[in-house]
């Protein structure tokens, strides 16, 4: 069983930081992707950002140059530091861990965590 928890989120003013962070625990081999998405109410769910093990990453258009996206493969766990925030980017925060190879090396899964709220709002 592979569990993913999520911590950081909060309300924060506009122009404020938060660092959310997600911990991935269990029979784990292996993790091709560690990412966070978010959904805000009455809208789809989408992509912030993405970080595969070797280091590359992909943010969505509307964080570039305020988010950060990092990973400590030795922890298991991704890192999304936020800057800068608006209050259009108040939603519940999901970390996703993609490809997820666990030690009995029965295929590849994707799994998500319970979600963190974020709210910008002064």
Do not use: H
Request: aromatic share 10%; charged share 20%; hydrophobic share 35%.
């Amino acid at each position: 069983q592979v569990q993913l928890v999520e911590s950081g989120g909060g309300l924060v003013q506009p122009g404020g930081s938060l660092r959310l962070s997600c911990a991935a625990s269990g029979s784990i081999f292996s993790i091709y992707a560690m990412g966070w998405y978010r959904q805000a109410p009455g809208k789809q769910r989408e992509l912030v950002a993405v970080i595969i093990s070797g280091g590359s990453t992909k943010y969505a258009d509307s964080v570039k140059g305020r988010f950060t996206i990092s990973r400590d493969n030795v922890k298991r766990t991704v890192y999304l530091q936020m800057n800068s925030l608006k209050p259009e980017d108040t939603a519940v925060y999901y970390c996703n861990a993609d490809r997820v190879v666990t030690e009995l090396r029965r295929g590849e899964y994707s799994y998500w965590g319970q979600g963190t709220q974020v709210t910008v709002s002064s």
